[in-house]
Every structure is written in structure tokens, then in C-alpha cells.
T-cell receptor, first 113, second 116 residues
Framework: AQSVTQLDSQVPVFEEAPVELRCNYSSSVSVYLFWYVQYPNQGLQLLLKYLSGSTLVESINGFEAEFNKSQTSFHLRKPSVHISDTAEYFCAVSSDGGFKTIFGAGTRLFVKA | GAGVSQSPSNKVTEKGKDVELRCDPISGHTALYWYRQSLGQGLEFLIYFQGNSAPDKSGLPSDRFSAERTGGSVSTLTIQRTQQEDSAVYLC??????????????FGSGTQLSVL
């Protein structure tokens, strides 16, 4: 069975500082990995995804995540955060041949001025 | 419709009553999921429908929970004899599935269920 662990429930950070949100997964087969974001009072939406190919994937708003198979990780990073990045971030995994998507518990990113 | 639609947006019920939550997925999406979002619990997988295959019910927390998907489109999640611990936001999501690639999930706005 697959599972997702997000090690930090909350991450407070000052504006323009770098941030890393950690995600580790467990699966016995090949995986597809996702980060979803939920802004305050909004629904969940896809931020970025890894399906195959380059292990480094990027979003349009400056976030990136790197698939590390040996460490079974898919950490999310941004070199300089904005107030508007304040949201809850969910890491998710689905496996090759099985389309069920499992989510982590979420990390609440709080960007302070 | 343009997106995943869920109704009602809010539901307040008394302990012991039954509730039905509805989800209209995006037209043409073959996969449909129900998740539960509780404070501090993240997104808990409940059930997954894919085309005409038997649903994956492995996430349903008890036999009080059931779900149907009629005609491969609209889905209803039913909670019988509701308990206070059932209070949560129930989210529906749908996606396209191509070959072995899992497409992204499109989420509805959720139903906030409050059991008094």
C-alpha cells in the first residue's frame, strides 16, 4: 500500500525567505507525485506534478519539486516566498497501474511580512 | 458544467440522522473520488470510482458510509446514523484517466457537514 508523509504540519517563514516543504512517500511500484495547494477559502488545485522524465518539475508561480527515488522524497521548494503563498500544501501520490491518489496530512505555510 | 459541483455546500444535522451529499463531476471524467478533510487530519481518502469497474471502498471508515455513482456520472455519498466525529468537509474530485497516466484531480468546493 502507498502512503504519504508530510513531516511539518506548519511552516512559518518571513517574506522573501526560502522555504522547503517536505514530503516522503512509500510505494512498492512506480509512482506519480503531485503537490496541491489550498489558498484560504478556496478549493484545492494542482500546483505541479511529476509523471516521468526530468526529476525537477516547476510551477508557474516559482515553486519547484524534485523527485528523488532513492530517498523516496518529493520536497517542494521556493527560493523567495510572497505573502500570497500563504496556503495549505498537500503532497499526493498515485501508483503506476493504480489510479487512486493518496494525500498527505498537509503543511500550512504561513508567510509573515 | 465547468467544474466539479457539490451540494449542499453546508449541511447541519442532528446526531443519528442520515445525510446524502451529492457530486456532479466534470463531463467526460471517468474517475471520481470522495475525500474527507478534517482539522489536522489532512485529506482522508474515502472511495474511488473508475469507469465501470468496482469501486475502491477501502477508505470508508465504517459501514455507516456508502456511495453510489449512477450512470458513470453523478455520485452520492450517504452517511447513516451520523455521529459528531463525522463532522468535516467532504470533498469530491474527478479526473481523466489516460492509459497508465493519472491526470490531475479537479476538486469541488466541498460540503461542510456539521453533526450536532
Amino acid at each position: 500500500a502507498q502512503s504519504v508523509t508530510q513531516l511539518d504540519s506548519q511552516v512559518p517563514v518571513f517574506e522573501e525567505a526560502p522555504v522547503e516543504l517536505r514530503c516522503n512517500y512509500s510505494s512498492s511500484v512506480s509512482v506519480y507525485l503531485f503537490w496541491y495547494v489550498q489558498y484560504p477559502n478556496q478549493g484545492l488545485q494542482l500546483l505541479l506534478k511529476y509523471l516521468s522524465g526530468s526529476t525537477l518539475v516547476e510551477s508557474i508561480n516559482g515553486f519547484e519539486a524534485e523527485f528523488n527515488k532513492s530517498q523516496t522524497s518529493f520536497h517542494l521548494r521556493k527560493p523567495s516566498v510572497h505573502i500570497s503563498d500563504t496556503a495549505e500544501y498537500f503532497c499526493a501520490v498515485s501508483s503506476d497501474g493504480g489510479f487512486k491518489t493518496i494525500f498527505g496530512a498537509g503543511t500550512r505555510l504561513f508567510v509573515k511580512a | 458544467g465547468a467544474g466539479v459541483s457539490q451540494s449542499p455546500s453546508n449541511k447541519v444535522t442532528e446526531k443519528g440522522k442520515d445525510v446524502e451529499l451529492r457530486c456532479d463531476p466534470i463531463s467526460g471524467h471517468t474517475a471520481l473520488y470522495w475525500y474527507r478533510q478534517s482539522l489536522g487530519q489532512g485529506l482522508e481518502f474515502l472511495i474511488y470510482f473508475q469507469g465501470n469497474s468496482a469501486p475502491d471502498k477501502s477508505g470508508l471508515p465504517s459501514d455507516r458510509f456508502s456511495a453510489e455513482r449512477t450512470g458513470g456520472s453523478v455520485s452520492t455519498l450517504t452517511i447513516q446514523r451520523t455521529q459528531q466525529e463525522d463532522s468535516a468537509v467532504y470533498l469530491c474530485a474527478s479526473s481523466l484517466v489516460h492509459l497508465a497516466t493519472n491526470e490531475k484531480l479537479f476538486f469541488g468546493s466541498g460540503t461542510q457537514l456539521s453533526v450536532l
